[in-house]
C-alpha cells in the first residue's frame, strides 16, 4: 500500500508542476494515439497497456503481465493437500499457461484445476430411459457387466438419500400394514419405485421428508387408519423427481483403487500409477484404461514410478522391477537386459536409448540394449585409478578416497593395482551419491540431475558433482564431530550443534566420533544438502531444485534463491517447465509463473485525410522484459506534414521542404507490489516545421525538447483496473527564440478496465478514460471540468482469434464528437490490428474516414 501511495504522490507532484504553465501547446502529434488496436474502442489505452504501445499509453504496462513475466497463485481448499501436477494439452486458443489443464493429486485422488477450486469429478448427461450402466460404459470404456460394479458408487455420490434409508423405512411401515389392507401391494411398490428413482438420481428429498412424516404418523396410531395408510401408499410420488435429462457427478477417479502412488502425463492423456495397476486416462473423452500384472506384462500392480520417452512411450517402475509401455501394451525387458528388478524409485530419459532408473541403493543406465551400473572408464596415459576415481566421484574422491578404491576393487574382478593405460575399469554408480534417490532429471545436454534424501548432486560423462556440503580438513589431533560442528554454528546453539553432529556422524558413515589430524569430513552448507523433492531442467544451464528449505535455481554455474520470495523456505511438491512457463506445486496452493515475451508493434495511417493526401502517421515501439530489471521499451514516433513551400516576404517562392515531427521514447516499468506496477519514459522531440526562420527571424523553424512520462497501473480485483498517467512533461520548444516557445502537450489520464466476460472462448471488456491538457489551467471549475475528454470503449475476443471493437470520443470544447470501430485478426503471436473513424459532420468529426492498420509481434 505504500509503494501505491507514493505512486499517486508522485503524479500529482508532477501534476501540479505541468499546472503552472499557461499557453498554448505545440507537437501535438505527441497526443496521437498510436496502435490500432486502441484507435479502435475511443483510443482508451491508458488502463490497458499490454502491447508495445504501452510506451506511449502507460509505461506502467510495461512492469505488468504480458509485457513482464508474473507469478499467478491459485490457493487450493482449506481442506485440500497436493501431492502432485501434470499437465494435458487442451484446445484452447491461447500462447501461454492457458494452453495446458492442470491435474493433480489432491488428498490422494485425482483433480482438475478449474480456475477456481480442484474438482475431483465431472458431469454428464444422463437422458430419459438411459441408465447408469451406460453412463459409466461410455465414460470409462468398460464392458457392460463391469460397469455395472460403478453403478451403486455413482449413486450414492449423486443422492442425498442412502438406499439403506429407504428399506429401512420399509420395514419400519411394512410389518404394521394390515394384511387385509386393500392397497398394501401399492406400499411395496412404492419402495421398489424409489429404488429405480435413487439409481436415475431422481429423489425428491422434500417428498422424502413428507412420506417420513407420515410413517411416523402411522407408527403413532392403534390400529393405523386407512386415511394415513392411504397417503403412504399414493405418496410415494411426491418423493420422486419428475425431471429428465439431469446432470450425474462422475469422480475422474471412478474405477482407480485407493492409493494413487505417481502421475505422468502427454499432450492426451494421464498416465495413473497406483498400488494395485497402471492406468491410462483420455480428459478430451474422460475414458479410461486400465493394465495389471494378471492380464498384462507388468511385473507387479504396485507402480512407483512412470516417465514419459518421446510421444507416447512410457517407461513404467514397479516394485519389482521396470518396463516399456508403448500406448498399447507392456513390454519386458529381454532377460538377458539386466533390467533392475528391485523397487523402481525414479526414471529419467532422453530417449528410448537413453534412460535412468534408480532404485532403493542403485543407480542404472539404459543404453537401449542393456541396462549398467556402473560406467566403463579406460585409463588415460599417465593416469592412474586413484586420480580418475578421485576425479569421477567428486568430492566424494576427496574425502574417503581408500573407501572408495575398497568400493571399486569389490566391484571390478582382478587386481586393480595391474591395470595399464587403455584399459577399462567399472566405475559404480552409486560411489557418486549418498541418500535414496527419489527424483532424477536429465537437461538439454543429457547431464543428470540427481535429487536424494541428502541433497542434490551432478553427473555428466566425466563424473558427479555434488552439491549442499563443503570439506572441512581437521587440523589437530583428538578432534571430535562435535567440535568440528561448532566451526559452523556461529551462535553456539546446542541443539544446532547436536544436529548437525549427527548429520556429519550419518553422511559420511563414521563409526566414531572422534577424528585424526588430516582426516576430511563433509559439512552440510546449505539448502542444496537437504532432501529433493522437485527437480526440473529449465534448458541446458538453468534448473529449478526443491528443497526440503525452499527453491534453489542455477543458473549459468550459480546458484540463488528463487526470484518468487515466498518459495524460499516453503516446501514444494513438483515443478514443471513447458513452452517457457513455469507451474509450482506446494500443499496449498498451485503457482503459475508465465513468462513475458518481447514485442514489437507497428502502425502505419494517412492523417487528416480530409484535409491533405500526403500527411501520414507512423509509429513503432519495442518491449523487451528482463529477468531481473524489469522491463525496457522503445518507441518512435513520426507525423509527416508533407511538402511544404517556401516563400519570402514579398511571397516569392523559395523552393519546397518537407516538415515532420519525430520523438524518441525510452521506457522503463516493473512491478511495485502484487496489485500494482509503474513506469517512467523519457522522450527526446525534434520537431521540424521549417528549414529557416520567416523573415528577420532567428532560428531555423526546428525546435527540440525533452519529455518525461510516469504511470501506475492497479489492479483492484481479479476484474477492474485502474490506471493514471501524466506525459510530456518537460521544457517548452522553442523554434525560433525561447520568447516564443510554446509549452508541450501536458496530459494527465485516468482510466479503467473491467472484464464484463472472461472465459477461455469469450472474452468482453469495457473501457473508460478521461483526458486533461495541462495547460491553460485557470478557467473557472466548470471549464476546467469540461476540457475533460472522455473516451469509452468495448472489446470483444474470440477464441483469441478475432476481435472486435468500438468506442465514442467526446470532446466538448475542442467540438468533436465520433465514433470508432476496429477489428483484429490473430494467428499465436502475430496480430494484425484495423480501425476505423467512420465520416461525419466534419463540424464535429475532423478525423473522418481515417483508417489506421498496425501489427503487433511477439516472440
Known sequence: MKLYKWSILMILALTAVAGAQVSQTAVQFLLIAPGARAGGMGETFVAVSDDATAVHWNPAGLGRYPLSGAWLDFKAGDQDTLSSIVLVKNNMPEVNFRQYDIWGLVNGELA????????????????????????????????????EGYVDKIARANNDLAPETIDSLKNIIMPSVPPDYVYKEEIEYGFEKLHTAWLRMRINMGGIRDLEADISQALTENPISNETLDRIAFGFDRAIAPKSGQGVWIPYNLILPDTITCLESDNDYIYVGTGAGFYRFEPEKLRWASFNAETDSLPSNRITSIKKVGKRLMFIGTDKGIVKFTGAKVQLFDSDSDAPDGIITAIAAVNERDVWAATENNLYHYDGISWQDFKNDELSIGETLSVTALKFYG??????????????????????????????????????????INRLAIDEKGNLWIGTTSGIVYYNNEGFKQFGYKIHEVAEEGKTVGDVAVQFIPDREQTKIEML????MDYNDLESEYLSAGDKVLVYANALGSEITAVEPISANRALIA??????????????????SDFSDEEIVDIHERDNELWMAAPGRLSVYSSAKRNITFMHSNYLVELADDLYYDYFSFVNPTKEWGTFGLGVTFLSYGKQERTGELNQPLGTFYSYDLAFTLSYGTKLSDDISGGLSIRYINSHLAVLGAGQEKGKGTGYSLAVDAGVLYDL???????????????????IDADQADPLPRKLAVGFTYKIVDSAFNKLIALGEGDKILVGLGDDIQTEIEEIIPHIGLEYWYSNYVALRTGYVYDKIGVQRYFTLGASLQYTNYRFDFSYIPSSDQAFNRLGNTMRFSMNVGF
Open 112 to 147: 482438475r484445476w478449474d480456475g477456481q477450486s480442484w474438482s475431483t469429478g465431472t458431469t454428464r448427461v444422463l437422458k430419459e430411459g438411459g441408465s447408469l450402466g451406460t453412463l459409466i460404459e461410455r465414460y470409462t470404456g468398460l464392458s457392460e457387466a463391469g460397469a
Open 395 to 436: 568430492i566424494y574422491g576427496q574425502v574417503r578416497p581408500d573407501r572408495i578404491m575398497a568400493e571399486i576393487a569389490g566391484f571390478n574382478a582382478g587386481d586393480l593395482d595391474s591395470i595399464q593405460t587403455g584399459q577399462q575399469v567399472k566405475l559404480p554408480f552409486n560411489l557418486g551419491y549418498k541418500g535414496r
Open 501 to 504: 553432529s549427527a548429520l556429519i
Open 547 to 564: 528443497t526440503s528449505f525452499g527453491v534453489v535455481e542455477f543458473d549459468q554455474g550459480d546458484w540463488s534463491r528463487l526470484q518468487k
Open 717 to 735: 480485483s481479479r476484474r477492474l483496473t485502474l490506471g493514471a498517467t501524466v506525459t510530456n512533461l518537460g521544457p517548452d520548444i522553442a523554434y
